[in-house]
């Protein structure tokens, strides 16, 4: 059974960092591009950033890009989402998926499998 399961989300003050990981089990990451997504209440699940298998290539949504930085430790099987600068705006529940497509994608409809989600709160 695919699980994966996010944690390190929480509340903070703007401009404060948190570091978000994804820990799979069930399926080898290596074997897949990943995402994470985010939803803020009231409004749809939209696109943060994706990384191919091997971590070569990397790609950012505009709101978070030169802020937030995607890796992954193939040898955990986990994928990490650092954050910083946070703002209020980038308040939500961050997910993280798979993609078996062979590049990174920001489309969710792309993503297999999907975490349960982390809350992340950034006041003012």
């Known amino acids: 059974q695919v699980q994966l399961v996010e944690s390190g989300g929480g509340l903070v003050q703007a401009g404060d960092s948190l570091r978000l990981s994804c820990a799979a089990s069930?399926?080898?990451?290596?074997?897949?591009?990943m995402g994470w997504f985010r939803q803020a209440p009231g409004k749809e699940r939209e696109f943060v950033a994706t990384i191919s298998r091997t971590g070569a290539t990397r790609y950012y949504a505009d709101s978070v890009k030169g802020r937030f930085t995607i890796s992954r430790d193939n040898a955990k099987n986990t994928v990490y989402l650092q954050m910083s600068s946070l703002k209020p705006e980038d308040t939500a529940v961050y997910y993280c998926a798979t993609s078996r497509r062979y590049s990174g994608s920001s489309h969710s409809s792309d993503y297999d499998y999907w975490g349960q989600g982390t809350q992340v709160t950034v006041s003012s």
């Open positions: 069930g399926l080898t990451v290596s074997g897949y591009v």
